[in-house]
């Protein structure tokens, strides 16, 4: 399989789309399955896919892949590099790049259908396959929920998903308990009173309010929340004013946050309000703030029963040496929404899809954050062999961990 599927993934690469517009992805997704005799059904959700496999008595799992590219320059110098041009939400030409991997996670996801079809009398239960969009929106596993999922679908028993990190090619890291963060976006609108530049008398200037208020969310993780525990607190756009001599009515801030704990993450985002709020009231402001959720992802949390089955399945497999340990990751994922809505229990690992030689040299070194591309960098390329043989190998182990007859 290792040429064909290298082949698939290759297409996949120079054809990203993004979020909400998976259409491409989603019928070669479709087209594949039905090679393996699945049941398919399109357009779930949006661009949605969901593959059914009956082999007679036993659990239902749930193997699942996001699909979706990110409005991305790639900078990689590969031959199959992408030069797709995309509209975005705001219906602006954006270059498209898969930089977070999930051409990888398609393309494993295929292998391991294949194989478990072609191995079907080795096993018996029903496989459901889930190909989601917009998993870089946060959207796409609730848009599928939304749509009947478990409805429409058998409801899992356990649901079974990967993704490919920088870390050496053929390692599997991942952990019991909580594994990434939760996030939350917001957008924050200070409302001033707008007037000439050489005027600020006769103004209330929210871009003053805008700058205060960023430098007192700082100070939220720092003196609000205690050492043991961990936040994120990020401003990543600050908006307002057209000219240098006018002083604007409005300013916005777009605001990320992430957290390990759903207590921390309250104390977090009412701290933002209270700050934003307080910040307008000094100032005189003629409004309070306007605060609006953006979006929000759950956190990733593993079932400790199920990942253990799932971890000792691929020790035996690949060998010890090939799976680790791992601290909880502050990326986020809308994967966990699958298992919560099922009742399901939830394994998700992490793919290594980096040259060993390299990692190796930058370990070596103590620049694996320098030197090693992460997930949304412009120059992030897994390597194809053997992250893709590695990633259908663990999904079809940790499925036959329930699906054995």
Not at 151 to 173: D, K
Not at 272 to 295: F, K, L, N, V
């Amino acid at each position: 399989m290792r040429d064909e599927l290298a082949q698939f993934y290759v297409d996949l690469h120079r054809h990203p789309e993004l979020s909400g517009q998976e259409l491409r992805t989603s019928e070669k997704a479709a087209e594949q399955l039905r090679r393996y005799g699945f049941d398919v059904t399109t357009g779930i959700g949006g661009h949605g896919v969901v593959g059914i496999l009956r082999n007679g008595a036993g659990p239902t799992v749930l193997l699942r892949a996001d699909t979706d590219a990110l409005p991305v320059l790639e900078e990689t110098g590969l031959p199959y590099a992408s030069d797709a041009i995309g509209i975005d939400e705001s219906g602006h030409e954006v270059p498209v790049m898969h930089a977070c991997g999930h051409d990888i996670h398609v393309t494993c996801l295929v292998g391991a259908a294949q194989v478990l079809a072609e191995q079907i009398g080795e096993w018996s239960g029903t496989l459901l396959v889930v190909f989601q969009p917009s998993e870089e929106t946060g959207t796409g596993a609730q848009s599928m929920l939304d749509d009947g999922l478990f409805e429409r679908f058998p409801c899992p028993t356990v649901v079974l998903g990967q993704h490919v990190v920088p870390r050496p090619a053929g390692t599997i890291t991942l952990k019991p308990g909580v594994l990434m963060a939760a996030a939350d976006s917001l957008r924050i609108t200070m409302h001033g009173r707008g007037g000439h530049g050489s005027q600020p008398e006769s103004t209330v200037d929210p871009i003053l309010m805008a700058a205060t208020t960023i430098v007192r969310l700082q100070g939220i993780v720092a003196r609000e929340i205690a050492p043991a525990d961990s936040a994120v607190v990020t401003v990543g756009a600050v908006h307002g004013g057209t000219k240098e001599n006018v002083i604007p009515g409005d300013a916005t801030l777009s605001i990320n946050v992430r957290t390990f704990d759903d207590g921390v993450r309250e104390r977090v985002l009412s701290s933002i309000t209270r700050i934003a709020r307080a910040e307008a009231t000094a100032s005189g402001a003629p409004a309070p703030p306007t605060i609006a959720s953006t979006g929000n992802f759950p956190l990733t949390v593993n079932d400790a029963e199920a990942t253990e089955r799932v971890s000792s399945a691929l020790r035996d497999h690949l060998g010890h040496d090939k799976i680790g340990p791992m601290k909880p990751l502050s990326g986020s994922e809308d994967f966990g929404l699958l298992a919560a809505a099922s009742g399901a229990a939830s394994v998700f690992w992490f793919l290594g899809g980096t040259d060993p030689d390299i990692w190796a040299a930058a370990d070596a070194a103590g620049t694996v954050h320098r030197d090693i591309p992460s997930n949304h960098s412009p120059q992030f390329a897994p390597v194809i062999h053997p992250t893709l043989e590695t990633g259908v190998e663990a999904l079809v182990v940790a499925a036959l961990c329930w699906l054995t007859a």
